[in-house]
């Protein structure tokens, strides 16, 4: 309140000294709660002391000033600053500690300009900006009413080991020396047996935020340490765990983002890869995948062609509406990588020019018949670019919807509001493959060895596990993966078939397991959150880096601590 005695704690983050003569000052004092400016003027006690105090001493220091609030003259009023509003005039301050001259200024719109490498080498600087801050505080404040939530519903806390033994196939492990000579402990890539274990324990309902480590390379979306919110439930179907996620979802969204509202709508992973090429879509925008491949057996392009009368092989296509004006030649080198990257038999860029002309290196082959089919089709007209793949179905799809989002990017960076930046689009995708063959002919796991078929389907695994369904599902965020789960195998003699006949491992590092689930296992699904990417995506962020304090390099490497 205007008048009142005030006293604050926190850093010098800017400063502007005039002299006597001048007769006033003013600084930036900054907390985790936001800048609040203060000012100097002589006639008030001690200025002359004040002044030379924070002439003296660099920006970053630790300062306690004293004063009065006032409220700003309305043409100085800083709609900008949360304070904005008022300031202090000062009429004391205390230096607390000093601080050596700071590499960077922390000031969000300027921290953009410094590498990666440096911010991370000073990380503990970079924590007190803005960003930073209110990421942290909205993670504490999800996972907060995370426990709310689920030990309101029953759920029970339990801490799982963090020194394991190796699991069979997945991620790499870290390894853990003992003082015992060739005697090691990996660290778990998650708690899935444990969390499996406490059923068959009668822990019927069981949640962690636990600690996960996978020794593999670092990006955007991955580091070797992350967190995911664990849980496991006994007697449960599929929707029973979705139910629970949804209203969990609900329970701990921030009133400040635009409401959720279950349930989550569901798409099968077959129709995912068919119209989006992706089991994780972003559904905010269209540009759908259309198979043409029954268009293209005499469409005049031998290439496209081969590919129809080949049982094994697709041609796929997307009409980029009125986007023709943002398609350079550079983007389109990049746009023409990504198949090269799939290793796809042919990509035809066709820009649709006046009178419907088509222009495309491919056009002059492909025959009026096959064009008036496709533009009948796809609603084509002057100014789109229509993009045509073709190759191997999943890979064809898969190019294509990366392709789909490459150049919707390319969109937006041209001032196109693409898709709605403010929304959350949930999205189940289910009813993935419980196999896929490996590179050497094998089968492996889609999801992980201990996912349950289909109802019904447990049948195929001695004969056809190709056309075996999994009860998998992920929980998809505006086109990120943000959480994944299953129901189990609780049958023993099942799930050492899948692991010895089917995917050909040695389950003596699974016998604990085996002889657990033949001891009265109930029936069991669960699901894992990823902690680190959800908080991401609700801050806006770019990098789970943004949401995480001390986070690795994209090489795993700790600058900070050397």
């Not at 953009?112 to 801050?133: F, G, N």
């Amino acid at each position: 309140d205007e008048g009142n005695p005030v006293r604050l704690c926190g850093w010098l983050a800017s400063k502007r000294i005039f002299n006597e003569k001048h007769g006033f000052g003013f600084g930036i004092i900054r907390d985790w709660s936001g800048n609040t400016q203060v000012i100097i003027r002589s006639e008030c006690k001690n200025s002359a002391s004040i002044m030379e105090t924070l002439s003296e001493i660099p920006l970053e220091s630790v300062i306690s000033v004293k004063g009065t609030a006032r409220k700003r003259p309305e043409n100085e009023i800083n709609r900008n600053m949360s304070t904005g509003e008022i300031e202090v005039v000062l009429e004391d301050v205390v230096v607390l500690n000093r601080c050596r001259n700071a590499p960077f200024q922390i000031q969000d719109e300027r921290l953009k300009k410094v590498d990666e490498a440096t911010r991370l080498r000073y990380r503990y600087l970079e924590l007190r900006s803005k960003i930073l801050q209110r990421n942290l505080r909205l993670r504490s404040d999800v996972v907060m009413k995370m426990r709310e939530f689920l030990t309101g519903e029953g759920f029970v806390d339990v801490e799982t080991p963090t020194l394991f033994k190796r699991t069979p196939g997945g991620a790499d492990e870290f390894i853990v020396p003992t003082k015992e000579t060739g005697k090691f402990y990996t660290l778990p890539q998650s708690p899935q047996q444990f969390k499996q274990l406490l059923m068959v324990g009668g822990v019927d309902r069981y949640f962690q935020i636990a600690r996960c480590y996978r020794d593999e390379s670092s990006r955007s979306d991955r580091q070797p340490e992350f967190t995911q919110l664990d849980l496991e439930m006994s007697f449960v179907t599929m929707a029973d765990v979705k139910s629970v996620i949804e209203n969990l979802i609900k329970y701990f969204w921030p009133d400040d983002l635009e409401k959720v509202r279950p349930p989550f709508p569901s798409l099968c992973y077959s129709e995912a890869i068919a119209r989006y090429g992706s089991d994780k879509p972003d559904t905010r925008f269209e540009f759908h995948l259309n198979n043409i491949t029954k268009f293209c057996a005499s469409c005049g392009f031998s290439i496209f062609e081969d590919a129809a009368s080949n049982s094994d092989e697709t041609v796929q296509c997307i009409n980029f509406k009125n986007a023709s004006q943002f398609l350079k030649k550079s983007e389109r080198t990049k746009l023409e990588a990504v198949a090269k990257q799939y290793d796809l038999e042919g990509i035809s860029i066709v820009k649709i020019g006046e009178d419907n002309a088509w222009k495309s290196p491919a056009a002059k082959y492909l025959t009026d018949t096959f064009k008036e089919r496709l533009k009948k089709e796809l609603d084509i007209s002057t100014g789109d670019i229509i993009i045509i793949v073709c190759g191997l179905y999943t890979k064809t799809c898969e190019a294509l919807g990366k392709i789909r989002l490459q150049f919707a990017g390319m969109i937006e960076t041209n001032g196109v509001a693409l898709r709605d930046h403010a929304a959350f689009n949930f999205l189940w995708v289910e009813s993935f493959p419980l196999f896929a063959r490996n590179e050497d002919g094998g089968w492996e796991s889609v999801h992980h060895p201990f996912t349950a078929p289909a109802t019904g389907q447990q049948q195929l695994l001695s004969h056809d596990p190709s056309q075996i369904t999994g009860q998998h599902y992920d929980l998809v965020l505006n086109g990120n993966e943000i959480g994944g789960g299953s129901i189990r195998v609780h049958d023993a003699g099942t799930q050492r078939y899948i692991l010895e006949q089917i995917l050909k491992e040695d389950a003596s590092s699974l016998e604990h397991l085996l002889e657990a689930l033949d001891s009265g296992a109930p029936p069991h699904g669960g699901i894992a959150l990823g902690l680190d990417r959800l908080i991401a995506v609700m801050s806006g962020s770019t990098s789970i880096k943004e949401v995480i304090a001390f986070p690795k390099t994209n090489s795993a490497q700790d600058l900070m601590s050397g």
